[in-house]
Structure formats: C-alpha cells, structure tokens
C-alpha cells in the first residue's frame, strides 16, 4: 500500500493536534462521577442547631403522612401514572397496598399502581433515613443585614452546633455555610463570618471540617471575587494547619452579569477558572435572577421563560467542566393557613387543598429541573422534602427500563471492541449512561442490584467511572 503523507511532517501534525486535543480534554473533562446531592436546604444561621437535620425529617414525614396517608392519594394530587386505575375506598386501598406489600419487586411491576406504590415508599425510607442530603447553614438572604455583634455571636454559635452535630453524626452528608457576597458594600461583612466561623468550628474539632464542606459565595459577577476567595482561603488553611486546597467553594448564578457581561460574553468560564479548582458547583438564584430581569414579585417563579434561558446558558457555558449545576427554589410553601387542634372541617379542608396546590407545584418545577439535565435544586422548608424526593424517585423509576436497555446495550458494544482489540473512544457517552444509575443510587431511588441489569457488576459500579469499566474489561480479554 503506498502513501503520499511525509511520515515526519504527519507526525509533526499529529504531535501538535495532540497538544490542543490534551488541552480540550483538561479543560473538559466529562461529568464527574462524585456524588452530586438532589438538593440544598438552606436555613438561616440563627435557627441552625446539630440536629436540625434530623428534626427536618421528622416534620416532612408528619407533613407527607398527614396530607397523603397512603400512596393512591399521593398518586392522585400528582396525577402520577395509572393513578386513575387505583382503588378509592380505603378498604380496597388497604387490601392493594397488602397485595403489594407481599409481592417480589419485578411482580409488582405488572400492577397498575407500582410506581406510585415504589415513589411513595421510597419517600417515607428516605425521610427516616436521611432526609436531608445538602445543608446551607445561611448568613445572606436567610439570616438578613443584622448588627455586626448578632453576625459575631451566630457565627460562633453556629459553628459550634456544627462541631456538635459532627460529634453526634446528625449532620447531613453534605454541609457549608452561605456567606454576604462580596460586594463592594458587604465585602467585609462576609470575610468576617467566614473567619469567624471557619476559626471556631476548627477549634472545637481540633482542625477537622465535616465531609463535603463547602462555602457558598453569592451574588458573584466578575473573577475577581473569586480570585479574592482563594487568596482568603489561603490564608485560612495556612492559620488553621489544613492542607493546601482543602476548602472548596460555590458560585451562584443571580444576575444577569454573570449570564452575558458588558462586552457581550458569558463570563462563567472566566469565573470558575478564577476560584483555580476550588469552585465545585454554580446554583441558580430564581428570585435575584427574576428580579435582576425586572421580573416583578408576582411572576418571579422557576417557570418563568427567563430563568429556563439561565439554565441553558450555564449549561452551555459550563457543560463537560466536571462542575456540578444547582436550579433553585419553590417558593410556595406546603403549609396550611389554619393551625391548631380544633379546626373545622372548613379549615381541614383549605388546609389540604393548600398543600396540595403547592405539593404539584414544587413537584412540577423539580420535574422540569430534571427533564432540562438539572440534577439538583433548593428547598427551604421541611414540608418541602416529600416533593423533592417524589419527583426524583418518580423521574429515575419511570425512565429506568430504557435507561437499563441503552446502558447494556452500550456496554455490550464496548465490550465487544474489547475482545476483537477495536479502539473504542466513547468513554465519555458511557459515563453519562452510568452517572444516571449513579444518581438514582445515590437518592436512594434504585438499589445496587437493579443496576446490574445492565451487564455491570458491583465491582464496576463502584469504580464509579466508565473509563475504569472499560480499562478493566480490557485487561482480562488480555490475561
């Protein structure tokens, strides 16, 4: 066979395509494969105690059990699937919920009301087990402008109920705290809790931070608030003897600066690579964002247009960096107007339809959040776990049986090419397969043996990483 190409000059080519294909690639790494949590509860500062957590799952399954004693009523405020095929009287939904009960996972799935039975179920374990996955103990919009001593004394406080809660194991399995923003007016104000904070708290552990600590940084328009947060952040782990690089940190995307600046270009990139690998997610403000857009009080929700034009632009701007995407909060809370003991039946009733009505709003906003690649979002109340979870559990449950056949099918093309010795440079594709049985695995919505339908083994799940699969397969077609 002969060929025109100079070897020299082609290999001088390939060598410097090489150069800028390796740049691509550090540059964009793929979807990382860590644990990304469903949501953020964010709580002010002065409310937080070590076991807010856990009194937070409480109040959500009281608020569940009360509004929805059992999952065809669940099904029916949610309108989930074949909820019109379920019984009505509660001695028939007495008797299904037995059947189902009885039945092995994959009989239930020949039954009308598996999902909904599997979603609601789901709910109740995840509230009793860990009911939240992400906590922001808040000095910005959930705490208020207060004096500076009140600042002084909750950061002091607060990091203590931290240090307690470490102790205790009441903690969630991701933690931070929302600093002021770094503006030029609140600058100080928020150098100073973080201080504060971070000095106490390391003080009462003895200079150990609680797994997955982050600090949150708001209202960022420009790389050099970022850039100011490395530099603080040096000079805390320096003080406090933590290794280099131990503190992480968060942006938030709420105006529109931060979406397109004043030359016309999305600074994100420029932003995140000013926190130089510190920043680990970016989470959406809807109401700055909405209010930055001159969206008046009354239209400023998740649904609106401009906030789902945010959404893509971050995504766009950000796709394929590693760094983890937040949406943000349902405002509408599912708490009744009447409280108390003797309520009529008047007030029962406004008190279950107001739940409801804030039951499907905040289910349908955390649907579309996961429909546009979402993973994540903000709660703000308790009342406003069974939602959350109902909506993930709903999402991954419904789109498992697909998402199994285009992983093993995926799986089986790769494993081919390894056996016959074929390049296969899908990687990437693969670990987007993978990260969604990850996530489902991570909420609880599925289980480690469901995810071996797809061809993988317990071994190779727990790599986390497509790449590793691959890499392993490889090396027993060798040996």
């Not at 009793?128 to 002091?156: H, I, K, L, S, Y």
């Not at 130089?276 to 929700?301: L, M, N, P, V, W």
């Not at 990687?427 to 049985?437: D, E, P």
Request: hydrophobic share 40%.
């Amino acid at each position: 066979m002969k060929l025109s190409l100079p070897e020299s000059d082609k290999a001088a080519l390939l060598d410097e395509l090489g150069v800028a294909n390796l740049h691509f690639q550090q540059t964009y790494p793929g979807d990382k494969p860590d644990r990304q949590p469903v949501h953020t509860v964010y709580g002010g500062a002065n409310l937080f105690k070590a076991d807010t957590c856990v009194r937070m799952g409480d109040i959500a399954l009281n608020n569940l059990q009360t509004y929805a004693p059992n999952f065809v009523e669940l099904a029916r405020v949610l309108q989930l699937q074949n909820h019109e095929h379920l019984p009505t009287l509660a001695a028939d939904i007495a008797d299904l919920t037995a059947r189902l009960d009885a039945m092995t996972p994959e009989e239930r799935k020949q039954e009308p009301g598996w999902l909904a039975y599997s979603v609601y179920n789901k709910i109740v374990q995840k509230l009793q087990r860990e009911p939240v996955e992400d906590f922001r103990v808040d000095f910005e919009d959930g705490f208020g402008n207060r004096p500076d001593a009140e600042e002084d004394g909750t950061a002091v406080r607060a990091a203590k109920e931290v240090a307690k809660g470490m102790q205790q194991g009441t903690l969630s399995p991701f933690i931070g705290i929302r600093i002021k923003p770094f503006t030029e007016d609140m600058k100080a104000r928020g150098v100073r809790t973080l201080d504060i904070f971070l000095t106490t708290l390391l003080a009462e552990t003895g200079g150990k931070l609680p797994d997955n600590f982050v600090v949150m940084l708001p209202k960022v328009t420009i790389p050099e608030q970022m850039t100011t947060m490395v530099r603080l952040f040096e000079l805390l782990e320096k003080a406090n003897g933590l290794a280099p690089g131990t503190l992480k940190m968060e942006t938030m995307v709420e105006a529109t600066q931060i979406i397109m600046d004043e030359e016309g270009r999305n600074p994100l990139m420029r932003i995140i690579r000013a926190s130089e690998g510190r920043c680990i997610a970016a989470h959406f403000g809807t109401y700055d964002y909405t209010a930055s857009c001159g969206i008046t009080a009354k239209y400023q929700t998740m649904a609106h247009p401009v906030c789902d034009f945010a959404h893509h632009m971050t995504k766009v701007a950000l796709g394929g960096t590693g760094i983890f995407l937040s949406d943000g909060a349902t405002n509408v809370m599912p708490i009744g107007p009447h409280r108390g003991d003797n309520l009529s039946y008047a007030q029962l009733r406004e008190n279950q339809e107001s739940v409801h009505n804030a039951w499907r709003q905040a289910y349908h906003h955390t649907t579309h959040s996961l429909i546009n690649g979402m993973y994540q979002g903000w709660d703000l109340n308790p009342a406003q776990l069974p939602m959350r979870y109902a909506a993930t559990y709903n999402f991954f449950l419904s789109s498992y049986d697909d998402a199994v056949l285009r992983l093993k099918t995926f799986v089986e093309r790769a494993a081919i090419s390894t056996l016959t010795g074929d390049i296969f440079d899908d990687a990437a594709t693969g670990q987007g397969l993978l990260n969604f049985f990850l996530k489902a695995l991570n909420c609880g919505a599925i289980s480690e043996e469901e995810i071996e339908a797809t061809g993988l083994t317990r071994e190779e799940i727990n790599t986390r990483s497509f790449f590793r699969i691959l890499e392993g397969r490889r090396k027993q077609a060798v040996s």
